[in-house]
């Protein structure tokens, strides 16, 4: 749970009316922090993370549980399936007429970009065709950062695989890079300077423990009993399965590896992505509220 004394300063200086952002690294405490803010004050919890919105996990990407949603209205959690293409934009087309209710938003998740596009705007690129995207489908990640232009691929995690791409088929598209789209941007649907936005300032070994403290909890709950079902139509190309800890326990169960195996490459490979995103976080969101969770 997060810090008591803290979440206590939160509360004394936020209005219940002011539309809250909280973001942080994955197994960070954020989801808590959300609840405890809208049992208090009231509001939606809304998901702002790009897992989450898939209907085949609840369990392997730690969504809110139907016990925790029952404490207080969610949204935009497990409502796509897997199939379904979802991107930054689908994102904010959804959560831009939650803003506009008489229900205070309390956004919460580890997806940068979503955040980014929530309070600075979001290029209107044309849709991207499926021959194309089929085209990227077959293309080793080293084969689209070579046909990136430099000013995209300085802006882009160059290991992450799904953004990578996305900036490949834009440039494939429409023949121009996606940084430049992007500095061709309409008015946010919700400025910084219209909420309280919290990021969470964690200690790297801490973290480092909770993340292997939520995997071993994850398997106990059933993140083996969610891969089964999903292993018949398993497709590592689908944005949804390529979840972390999805490709580790599907390798598990085609007796690739060792359960033992599985465990740790999945924790190591939720280690690297936190990393990734609390670069991420010093770098763009050093102006929120920091929160720091013990």
Not at 211 to 234: K, N, V, W
Request: charge should be negative.
């Amino acid at each position: 749970m997060p810090n008591a004394s803290a979440v206590s300063h939160i509360l004394r200086d936020l209005s219940p009316e002011m539309p809250v952002l909280i973001a942080g690294p994955t197994a960070s405490g954020k989801s808590a922090l959300a609840l405890e803010i809208a049992q208090a004050q009231g509001g939606v919890v809304v998901n702002a993370d790009a897992s989450q919105v898939y209907d085949c996990w609840r369990v392997i990407t730690a969504r809110p549980s139907p016990e925790e949603e029952a404490q207080a209205p969610h949204a935009l959690y497990g409502h796509v399936a897997a199939a379904q293409r979802y991107s930054t934009g689908h994102w904010l087309r959804e959560v831009s007429p939650l803003l506009n209710t008489d229900q205070r938003v309390i956004i919460t998740g580890g997806t940068g970009l979503y955040f980014k596009a929530l309070n600075e705007g979001l290029a209107e690129i044309p849709v991207t065709p499926p021959g194309i995207r089929t085209e990227g489908d077959m293309l080793p990640l080293p084969a689209l950062l070579a046909q990136i232009d430099a000013t995209t691929t300085a802006r882009i995690d160059t290991q992450n695989r799904a953004r990578v791409q996305r900036a490949w088929e834009v440039q494939r598209a429409t023949g121009r890079g996606l940084a430049d789209w992007q500095d061709n941007t309409g008015p946010p649907a919700l400025p910084i300077s219209g909420c309280y936005p919290i990021v969470f300032d964690v200690d790297k070994d801490w973290l480092n423990a909770r993340i292997a403290q939520r995997f071993d909890l994850m398997l106990a709950g059933g993140a083996l009993a969610e891969a089964e079902a999903i292993l018949p139509s398993y497709d590592p190309n689908l944005p949804a399965h390529r979840a972390i800890g999805v490709p580790e326990l599907m390798g598990y169960l085609r007796a690739q590896h060792t359960l033992d195996d599985a465990r740790e490459a999945a924790v190591i490979a939720t280690r690297q992505f936190a990393k990734r995103q609390r670069t991420w976080m010093r770098n763009k969101m050093s102006h929120w509220h920091r929160f720091a969770p013990d």
